[in-house]
């Protein structure tokens, strides 16, 4: 799980890049970069020993 959602993590990183890039709408970059930290702090609380299940 958590690699899943590092990678998920990633693809998000690259998402928000391509549409700040791009000249996308303020909202959709930051929405995007937002559920990119969210994914990132899953992954990793969810390698912390003793987390979760």
Do not use: E, F, H
Not at 11 to 39: C, F, H, M, N
């Amino acid at each position: 799980m958590p690699t899943l959602l590092l990678i998920l993590a990633g693809v998000l990183v690259g998402g928000t890049w391509s549409l700040y890039r791009q000249g996308a709408p303020k909202p959709a970059v930051v929405i995007t970069a937002l559920l990119a930290v969210l994914a990132t702090a899953a992954g990793v609380l969810r390698l912390i020993p003793g987390s979760g299940s």
